[in-house]
Antibody, heavy 122, light 111 residues
């Protein structure tokens, strides 16, 4: 069964850091690009960041550029999101999503995890 | 950045009746490779989003044929020929010609 399981969310103060993880199983992880997509409470979907199969191509939304860093470890079938300088507007459910391709861009996401909640509050 | 605009933001449909959602992009989604990078997702209550339609009009694996997509350039439509109770949720269009961006979402409820 194809599965993505996020972890690492929680309550964090503004300005602090948090690292999210996504464990993948049921497919050949290093064949596909991977992404983080977030959803603020009661709001719509916002793409956050994506990384190609070999980490050679990485993209970020303008809202997180310079603060967030995406990475992957193909040996561990894992995706990560390092979030620094967190703001109130970063509070959201963060989904890990599998791409239908090995590249970032001109693609879509076919498998989503259940998400991990990040709460930014003092 | 490409802005995706959906209308309506909500609709209430009687089971068995059709439904239609419009999605307009601020720039053409037609790539030089000839493909148009427009997708439709459904997020059912309490669930993660699921892919319905890829590249404007192609149903993803397992998607019922009552769902269809059409359009070109900057104007796109998702149609449900006969709405069923299991179709409730929020529908999103998404473009991926320039990174990725989603529409605001259209909430479908059953009358």
């Amino acid at each position: 069964e194809v599965q993505l399981v996020e972890s690492g969310g929680g309550l964090v103060q503004p300005g602090r850091s948090l690292r999210l993880s996504c464990a993948a199983s049921g497919f050949t992880f290093d064949d596909y690009a991977m992404h983080w997509v977030r959803q603020a409470p009661g709001k719509g979907l916002e793409w956050v960041s994506g990384i190609s199969w070999n980490s050679g191509s990485i993209g970020y939304a303008d809202s997180v550029k310079g603060r967030f860093t995406i990475s992957r470890d193909n040996a561990k079938n894992s995706l990560y999101l390092q979030m620094n300088s967190l703001r109130a507007e970063d509070m959201a459910l963060y989904y890990c999503a599998k791409d239908i391709s090995h590249l970032v861009g001109a693609t879509a996401f076919d498998i989503w995890g259940q998400g991990t909640m990040v709460t930014v509050s003092s | 950045d490409i802005v995706m605009t959906q209308t309506p933001l909500s609709l209430s449909v009687t089971p068995g009746q059709p439904a239609s959602i419009s999605c307009k992009s601020s720039q053409s989604l037609l790539h030089s490779d000839g493909k148009t990078y427009l997708y439709w997702y459904l997020q059912k209550p309490g669930q993660s989003p699921q892919l319905l339609i890829y590249e404007v009009s192609n149903r993803f694996s397992g998607v019922p044929d009552r769902f269809s997509g059409s359009g070109s350039g900057t104007d796109f439509t998702l149609k449900i020929s006969r709405v069923e109770a299991e179709d409730v949720g929020v529908y999103y269009c998404m473009q991926s010609i320039q990174l990725y961006s989603f529409g605001q979402g259209t909430k479908l409820e059953i009358k």
